[in-house]
Every structure is written in C-alpha cells, then in structure tokens.
Nanobody, 114 residues
C-alpha cells in the first residue's frame, strides 16, 4: 500500500498550488480520501474530505472557497487545488485513505511566503 503526495513547494501569498496523492495497493474507489495538514507546533487538522461513494465533500472553514478536493478513480489519485494561498496555509500536507483500513502518505511541504 502506498500513498505518495507531490506538488508541494514554496509560493507567494495569493498564489496557487495543486497537490496530488497517488494511491496503490488497495481499492481506491472504495475509500474515503481526505487531506490533512500540520503546521509546526500545531496538531494535525482536516483540510478537505471526499467520500468514496455519494455524500458530499467538506472543508475546514479556513479553506472554504479557496481549496478544492477532487479524485480520479481511474488514475487512483486525489487532488487538492489550493488558490489564494496565505502564509497561515504553510504546513506539511498529508493525504489519508480510510475505509477498512486507515492509510497515510508521507506528506509534502507547502510554504507560503513572500
């Protein structure tokens, strides 16, 4: 089982990034996929979640209207489009797959700074 995040980096405030999380080793379409983040000295928090079948996506209040989670069940990949980035979005971003088991990626660093 693997979850491999990519797409992180450094960006100026107001910029955009798209994170990807490529999954393998499990039935991706059956799993709820989500993105979390953890800033230095803070607890890991939910950013966005996408259910496997039906339901609706949900977002942390701090990212509503700026971030969009989506998934491609053919490519076994979940994305996080991040627009209008702010310095407080700086964190390590993790993807998570949850259903019969609970899997986490290794994380990708996002730094928003001028």
């Amino acid at each position: 089982v693997q979850l491999v995040e990519s797409g992180g980096g450094m960006v100026q405030p107001g910029g955009s990034l798209r994170l990807s999380c490529a999954a393998s080793g499990f039935t991706f379409s059956s799993y709820a996929m989500s993105w979390y983040r953890q800033a230095p000295g803070k607890e890991r928090e939910l950013v966005a979640a996408n259910p496997s079948i039906g339901g609706s996506t949900n977002y942390a209040d701090s990212v509503k209207g700026r971030f969009t989670i989506s998934r491609d069940n053919v490519k076994n990949t979940v994305y996080l489009q991040m627009n209008s980035l702010k310095p407080e979005d700086t964190a390590v971003y993790y993807c998570r797959a949850r259903w019969l088991r609970d899997y986490w990626g290794q994380g990708t660093q996002v730094t928003v700074s001028s």
